[in-house]
């Protein structure tokens, strides 16, 4: 059964309002592992929280089935790097390797262009 | 309710096998209108059925709640282009932004590093 917070965090609306290119995307993929008392979603919804605040965030889109994707974007790397070093995003990052997550990809990719409405 | 073509397309199981950074990907993020007849997600099969057999064609992730994300990752721009031109998938484009997407982006980006397992 889906927990309240799941439900929320499975159900954002939003397509991110980027800047001009270019700009940064992180790709997040992950697969979970099939037990998950609900844990992983309170840390994901708080993970967005706090990245909301960092400097160079631009914006965040995430859906997840089997596969979960989080695309975030930010200004430039080092925006990047200073959210990865984030004490508590570094607390999560352990938990997910060591507990939530079957597999998972990070790919750090820079925006040249884009388009659509 | 959701069809059955539509449930096998938001179970998707992979993280996608992507070769050493750099490639490109291709981040699509959109928002569907509310009437949907199915012929949605019909089509969304069968783009990926047509992208996975084009060249320069690495891997494609693909989710969605309320947002759909789907990346696919390619060797180079040109790759990119040719499939942009495709012309069944110029159609299932112009069907996109004429019927199924109240708000669609897409963004090409080079992936310069990963990680993972």
Redesign the interface.
Known sequence: MKSQSESKL???????K?PK?PYY?V?F???LENQNDGSYSQMAERMEELARKEDGFLGM?????????T?SYWRDLASIKKWKDNIEHQEAQNLGRNKWYK???????????????
């Open positions: 499975r159900c954002k609306m939003e397509i991110a980027t290119p995307a790709i993929t992950s697969l889109e995430s859906a997840r089935n089997e596969v979960g994707i695309v597999n998972y990809k990070v790919r750090i990719a820079k925006v040249e262009r884009d388009y659509g409405y």
